[in-house]
């Protein structure tokens, strides 16, 4: 078990999380063996100089700002202190997990806790999510569908075309008419498409049910709305419109993680 020095120790180290005053710093780097080893989401450290820098991270910072921590618990020889966010977050806490020699920390190790996932709420696209399906060829994120083939195989492709299609759909245009994509959907109509743009940090994943569109009005507005260079490449418009019926959403964009469920 734990004693009452190990317990003030990882008070102290908690205390200077994220940055902190000189004197707190100093408290921490008392505690701390010489060849202690903190290992983070963010980075290891080896020997106490480092690990002393390695508080002052801010990425850290944000994540133990304003937070709650838990009472130390006893894991074994082990001490565990949780933090919880105060409001809503991209994750569900921070775990720090103490090992000891005597008084000293031997080793930290500092683990991000994932976030509950998020409640269900109606399907309905916003625009934040139509601009990014309708700009993703222009924006170099062109995005990618999965279908599952002859004998259950999955397949992905890439396809500048898929499109916002209202509130609760998305679109392509496909132009061999007797590719995998339009061959298998009749059979096996469930489709996955995923949009990811590292450079925001946005990510969606679309579940759904793909079928051909047969009407040539619809077929033919599905064409105009691909991209001039998705369109050049089918001039003769030989290929076919598919639309997929969305039933479920989910992803993280500048409002956060979200879910969608059809019928919610």
Do not use: C
């Amino acid at each position: 078990m734990p004693t009452s020095d190990q317990i003030e120790a990882a008070a102290a180290y908690v205390g200077a999380l994220g940055g902190a005053d000189g004197s707190a710093l100093k408290a921490v780097a008392s505690v701390l063996a010489d060849d202690v080893v903190v290992e983070t989401n963010f980075g290891r450290a080896d020997g106490a100089e480092a690990a002393v820098a390695l508080l002052s991270e801010p990425r850290t910072a944000g994540l133990v700002a304003g937070a709650t921590w838990s009472a130390p618990k006893a894991d074994g020889d082990r001490l565990v202190v949780t933090a919880t966010p105060s409001g809503p977050a991209p994750f569900g806490g921070l775990e720090l997990v103490f090992e000891f020699s005597g008084a000293g920390i031997t080793r930290v190790e500092q683990q991000t806790l994932p976030a509950a996932p998020p409640e269900p709420a109606p399907l309905r696209l916003t625009d934040e999510i139509k601009n990014a399906v309708d700009g993703a060829l222009d924006n170099a994120t062109p995005m990618l569908i999965a279908y599952s083939g002859d004998g259950g195989q999955i397949h992905l492709s890439f396809r500048g075309t898929i499109q916002s299609h209202g509130d609760d759909k998305l679109a392509l245009w496909a132009r061999d008419p007797g590719g995998g994509l339009p061959r298998n959907i009749e059979a096996r109509p469930q489709v996955t498409l995923f949009y990811h743009d590292p450079a925001t940090r946005t990510s969606y994943t679309f579940y759904g049910r793909a079928r051909l569109e047969p009407d040539p009005a619809g077929r033919a507005a599905i064409f105009e709305r691909s991209p001039a260079r998705e369109r050049q490449v089918d001039y003769r418009r030989r290929g076919v419109a598919i639309v997929v019926d969305l039933d479920r959403v989910e992803g993280r964009d500048s409002g956060g993680r979200f879910l969608m469920v059809r019928g919610s």
